[in-house]
């Protein structure tokens, strides 16, 4: 399926780097989220995109910074991590943002912080 | 409290069996409602909404309960490939979606 795509699929950085990750999907969505995936932790929303406008940010550190250039494109910018941010990182969209609307996966970006 | 409560298992099942799960949401006005698969180190992947008059797809039941605040999946005639952790998916307020931990159900031959 290449409904949702993300690059890269893995990444390991030191905590002065900076990275980025992408995401691309290719449904004709208007709404596009970042979440994080710890080990043994539940999903946790982080930045929601409606129409390349931010709608919400879930009290995300700084140190994540989302851009959407287009409803088809999401960045997450990395800089100065912590080892606790090591994570899997999910790109998801949906036709619209809010309730109702059945919200689809990209593969993630496994980072891991050294 | 947490807004999405899940058994986290493992349900461990013989092939052919019937197997149930439940999920707990703190929000009474929550508006809508999602089952998701997620195979190990996979992203998760849409298994079925649930609505308030319950749904059926195949093998699959979700179920709706508003006064208790739960909803429940339940799987017939199960098979290896069911095999996966089963996410519970909460739309609590316009934007904010709630994630429970996950059921794993392991299906044995």
């Known amino acids: 399926e290449t409904g949702v795509t993300q690059t890269p699929r893995h990444l390991v950085m030191g905590m002065t780097n900076k990275k980025s990750l992408k995401c691309e999907q290719h449904?004709?969505?208007?709404?596009m989220y970042w979440y994080k995936q710890s080990a043994k932790k539940p999903l946790e929303l982080m930045f929601v995109?409606?129409?390349?406008?931010?709608?919400e940010n879930n009290s995300v550190p700084s140190r994540f910074s989302p851009e959407c250039p287009n409803s088809s494109h999401l960045f997450l910018h990395l800089h100065t991590l912590q080892p606790e941010d090591s994570a899997l990182y999910l790109c998801?969209?949906?036709?619209?943002?809010?309730?109702?609307?059945?919200?689809?996966f990209g593969p993630g970006t496994r980072l891991t912080v050294t | 409290r947490k807004e999405v409560e899940q058994d986290p298992g493992p349900f461990n099942v013989p092939e052919g069996a019937t197997v149930a799960f439940n999920c707990t949401y703190s929000?009474?006005?929550?508006?809508?409602f999602f089952w998701y698969r997620q195979d190990c180190r996979k992203e998760p992947k849409l298994l079925m909404s649930?609505?308030?008059s319950g749904n059926e797809d195949g093998r699959f039941t979700a179920q709706l309960n508003r006064a208790s605040q739960y909803i429940s999946l339940l799987i017939r005639d199960s098979k290896l490939s069911d095999s996966a952790t089963y996410l519970c998916?909460?739309?609590?307020?316009?934007?904010?979606?709630?994630f429970g931990s996950g059921t794993k159900l392991n299906v044995k031959p």
């Open positions: 998801a969209s949906s036709r619209n943002q809010g309730a109702g609307y059945e919200q689809y």
């Open positions: 449904l004709g969505h208007n709404a």
């Open positions: 995109y409606s129409l390349e406008e931010r709608v």
């Open positions: 929000n009474s006005a929550s508006q809508s």
């Open positions: 649930v609505y308030s």
């Open positions: 998916v909460v739309n609590a307020d316009f934007n904010k979606f709630y």
